[in-house]
């Protein structure tokens, strides 16, 4: 049973799963998780907005699928993870290519002789 009040702050919140979920309250623990309202099944899922993107997407990750969500909303959720992952993917392919091209790495030579392994990883200013 869900006991609390329903938090309904999702003016500043841009994911497409806070228009079909609602953040909900639950007392008793000593730690804070974020728990989430499926507004199609009820159901309540512990563990953030991912979770109930895979929830209603039905992805069988992390939790359960929801019985009850409209096959337009399956695909704007699916659509949306699919754009986020690209996104990511992008983004580290630039980083990759950054460092391969010397960006983030120090060398005193400019080539990366083994005589500079101490300053891997350190960005070069």
């Not at 563990?47 to 409209?70: D, F, I, Q, Y």
């Amino acid at each position: 049973m869900v006991r609390g009040k329903e938090k309904t702050n999702t003016s500043l919140r841009k994911d497409p799963s806070w228009k079909y979920s609602v953040q909900v309250d639950i007392g008793g623990g000593e730690k804070s998780y974020v728990y989430l309202k499926c507004n199609f099944c009820e159901k309540v899922v512990k563990g953030g907005v991912t979770r109930m993107k895979e929830h209603l997407s039905c992805s069988h990750k992390n939790v359960a699928p929801c019985a009850k969500v409209p096959d337009n909303v399956k695909e704007e959720i699916s659509a949306y993870m699919k754009k986020t992952t690209t996104v990511k993917h992008l983004q580290q392919q630039q980083f990759d290519e950054r460092v391969d091209q010397g960006a983030y790495f120090g060398s005193e030579s400019g080539k990366g002789s083994s005589s500079t392994i101490h300053n891997r990883g350190a960005r070069v200013l």
